[in-house]
């Protein structure tokens, strides 16, 4: 397996001579502060509303990431995170987009990071890196095998699990909020939902703060998960993960990577809406609207939009929850 590059733009600290100057007075920024830990935030009186952009690939897709996150900064997420790529430039992207969105915006920002081509000591550099960029939260991940390849090989002196890399986050930075995955209807690796809540409970032990769960179109599954975390006295907070679907053929192609079911009334309704995007998209709002609507009146702590780097479901949803 290659080495996959160190992403470079989380890296500048201050006095470091990359740093990014202000102007051409050859001003420095000011000092960073800090961003708060999400942690502190979900130990508030309201539920948090997150959002998740993925990396983009190429310079198209990081402009509709700048397009999408100027609209969507009008509806004051409590944070966002940024995914973590498979390899290449797309890293590059993560650390460019997540010091844009917190620039830019003033927004509490969550890189992700995964063990996938990276040894322990390539991790710790990204850990310190983002630690120096005063970013405070990390989403901690395994990530999955290559394409083609059905079992996680970690690199070189690198990670099996993503508890390794919860330990090794909270060993260097006790500052830093760690956010782990959580999987309701199990991780598809695992050969049963009690092995892998016996994982789970390993990232917790390992120091993770709270867990973001996959996606899932049934708030049961979410319900029943909850309730066996706590049985096994998992206590941290369980954020549930929502994704307002946007077609037949992209809920198909995520339930099958990702394990989730598939109701049948949503199938029904997608399969309606034929190959009309439009009226799928709408279909796709109103689950994620009556799916956010239970889980709030259930008591969550917040909710996490899979927004996809785009605005329209996120803003509907923000407009349909204000009524
Ligand atoms: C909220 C969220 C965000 C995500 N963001 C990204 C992203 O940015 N980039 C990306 O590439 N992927 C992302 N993923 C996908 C994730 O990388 C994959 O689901 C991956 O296959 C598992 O990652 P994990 O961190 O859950 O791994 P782990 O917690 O390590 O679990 C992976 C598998 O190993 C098993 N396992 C764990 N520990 C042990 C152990 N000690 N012994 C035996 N088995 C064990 C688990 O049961 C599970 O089956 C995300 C997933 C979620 C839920």
Same mark, same amino acid.
């Given at each position: 397996m290659n080495k996959t590059a160190i992403p470079e733009t989380i890296t500048s600290t201050p006095g470091d001579p990359r740093a990014p100057k202000r102007g051409a007075n050859g001003q420095s920024h000011p000092p960073i502060v800090p961003d708060p830990a999400i942690s502190t935030l979900l130990g508030g009186r309201r539920p948090l509303r997150s959002l998740e952009f993925f990396a983009p690939k190429d310079d198209t897709g990081s402009e509709a990431l700048r397009i999408a996150s100027e609209a969507l900064q009008h509806i004051r997420p409590d944070f966002v995170s940024v995914t973590y790529g498979a390899g290449g430039s797309t890293r590059d992207r993560t650390a460019q987009s997540c010091d844009f969105l917190r620039h830019n915006f003033g927004l509490t920002v969550m890189p992700h990071l995964t063990c996938v081509g990276h040894s322990r000591h390539d991790l710790t550099e990204i850990i310190d890196r983002i630690h120096a960029g005063g970013f405070r939260n990390v989403m901690a991940l395994r990530g999955d095998p290559p394409k083609g390849e059905s079992d996680f090989s970690?690199?070189?002196d690198g990670f099996h699990h993503a508890s390794e890399l919860v330990a090794l986050i909270k060993s260097r930075h006790p500052d830093v909020c760690v956010g782990v995955g959580?999987? $309701?209807?199990?991780? $598809?690796?695992? $050969?049963?939902l009690d092995a892998d809540l016996a994982n789970l409970r390993l990232k917790v032990d390992a120091g993770a703060d709270f867990i973001t769960t996959q996606l899932f179109f049934d708030n049961?599954?979410?319900?029943r998960f909850v309730d066996r975390c706590r049985a096994l006295g998992i206590?941290?907070?369980i954020v549930p993960g929502i994704l307002p679907v946007l077609s037949l053929r992209q809920i198909q192609r995520f339930t099958a990577l990702s394990g989730a079911g598939l109701p049948g009334r949503l199938l029904t309704q997608l399969e309606a809406a034929g190959n009309h995007d439009e009226t799928a998209e709408m279909v796709g709002i109103d689950w994620a609207l009556h799916q956010i609507r239970d889980l709030l009146a259930h008591g969550v702590p917040g909710y996490h939009l899979y927004?996809?780097?785009r605005a329209k479901a996120a803003l509907a949803l923000t407009a349909g929850l204000a009524a």
């Open positions: 970690p690199y070189q959580g999987y $309701p209807e199990k991780h $598809p690796e695992a $050969p049963s049961t599954a979410y319900y206590a941290i907070p927004v996809l780097n």
